[in-house]
């Protein structure tokens, strides 16, 4: 079992590599580079900039024969994108959109609070990072599993915020950034510089937000099982 997970889990490492290429580096490069009437100018540029994550994405779901939430979500977010370029709206409605999207993460989240499908047992509590079997086991042996649902819910709520929190600070990029008029050459590089800079600006603190929640889960799975973070972890 555990060689299967460490098998996903490079499976895991490769897609995010991928997606990272597909979806921000080569995206970036092709609107900040080659967007100028000399090359493909500023409308060729921006559609073959944001053709490859849509691509990629059809290819993906091709592929795995399934949706899934957040992919979809970031699927609408790169057709957008190009819709409000095409139509040439202003940089607060870009600004509205970045927002929108991981508002709706956040309402995705909270809402799932009033349901039994929770997205943080999908996300963080699964077993490529955690222990589920002997956890279940020792939390069934001590009667803590009521416990243990008010420590997903409060991780869960954590989880939530760092939507928000990415909500905020895409919001706050995108006004900041895109000043020049949409269909310019100018407009085109703000973009790929916004795209940019998306990572250190809102994936980070996003991150450490999200690593609180972890933080958070561990150490409450650890006061509710009396195992060890070796025992926890799937991650050696």
Do not use: H
């Not at 929108?100 to 995705?108: K, Q, R, T």
């Not at 999908?122 to 042996?141: Q, R, T």
């Not at 009521?146 to 420590?151: L, R, S, V, W």
């Amino acid at each position: 079992m555990e060689q299967n997970v460490q098998d996903e889990r490079n499976e895991d490492t490769k897609e995010g590599f991928l997606n990272l290429i597909i979806n921000i580096i080569i995206p970036v490069v092709i609107l900040t580079k080659f967007s100028s009437p000399e090359k493909l100018g500023p409308l060729y540029g921006l559609l073959t900039a944001i053709s490859f994550p849509i691509v990629y994405s059809i290819y993906d779901f091709i592929s795995k024969k399934k949706l899934n939430f957040f992919s979809v979500l970031g699927f609408v977010s790169v057709l957008l994108t190009g819709g409000f370029a095409l139509f040439e709206l202003d940089g607060f409605w870009f600004a509205v959109k970045e927002a929108a999207i991981p508002l709706v993460f956040a309402i995705f989240i909270f809402v799932s609070l009033k349901t039994k499908y929770s997205p943080l047992k999908l996300m963080v509590f699964n077993d490529k990072i955690f222990n589920v079997p002997k956890i279940e086991e020792s939390l069934e042996e001590r009667k803590n599993k009521d416990g243990f649902e008010k420590i997903i819910k409060n991780s869960t709520i954590i989880l939530g915020l760092s939507f928000v929190l990415s909500a905020i600070l895409n919001f706050g990029l995108a006004i900041y950034i895109l000043k020049s008029p949409p269909g310019t050459e100018a407009f085109n590089q703000e973009l790929g510089k916004m795209t940019a800079l998306s990572f250190p600006v809102i994936m980070l603190p996003c991150l450490v937000v999200t690593g609180g929640a972890i933080w958070y889960l561990n150490k409450g799975i650890r006061s509710l099982t009396g195992l060890s973070s070796e025992d926890i972890f799937m991650i050696k």
